[in-house]
């Protein structure tokens, strides 16, 4: 079974700090990542994409894939509480298939 | 902009009852997608339709039903109601292509007494 492992489960920042978030899939035909972010009683909403080697830079995100040793991470700069989510990596294979496998989370927790 | 709107919002059954969820999208995307999501855990996908009248099995799909009649709409009927599926219900659709992101509806609450 194609997976998305994510870690750490839980993360705790001070507001202003560096949060970082990490993810690694099972399987190589994995070639598209997306970083989601949930607010409690709320849907997931899309946080940034990163489909190529290398790092992506959106305001205080930034993204990280290497696809050789199957891992992607999420760097928080400047943490705000309104930060404090549950952030999920999500990958789709390689080719037609629309199937997208979500990890299990990491829980951010932002304190002023 | 576009919104996702599934309904009920909660849904409350008996065990062994068969629950209907359903879900309406207007951003005109060809692929829709259900999850489920365990007390503040990961998604888990139960079944996803790349267009009308397709539907493709999920991890999860093992008790659940599904139907794409419409582009628009897709809903998930829960066949025998257990107590261990107390879940949230996230319905998403997604424009068609390699790189498009998914659009989440609020989700369906399910209790079962």
Known sequence: ?112 | GGIITQTPKFLIGQEGQKLTLKCQQNFNHDTMYWYRQDSGKGLRLIYYSITENDLQKGDLSEGYDASREKKSSFSLTVTSAQKNEMAVFLCASRLGGRTGQLYFGEGSKLTVL
Not at chain 1, 11 to 40: I, K
Not at chain 1, 50 to 77: P, W
């Open chain 1, 1 to 112: 079974q194609q997976k998305v492992q994510q870690s750490p489960e839980s993360l705790s920042v001070p507001e202003g700090g560096m949060a970082s978030l990490n993810c690694t899939s099972s399987d190589r035909n994995f070639q598209y990542f997306w970083w989601y972010r949930q607010h409690s009683g709320e849907g997931p909403k899309a946080l940034m994409s990163i489909f190529s080697d290398g790092d992506k830079k959106e305001g205080r995100f930034t993204a990280h894939l290497n696809k050789a040793s199957l891992h992607v991470s999420l760097h928080i700069r400047d943490s705000q509480p309104s930060d404090s989510a549950l952030y999920f990596c999500a990958a789709r294979v390689q080719g037609g298939s629309a199937k997208l496998i979500f990890g299990e989370g990491t829980k951010l927790t932002v304190s002023s």
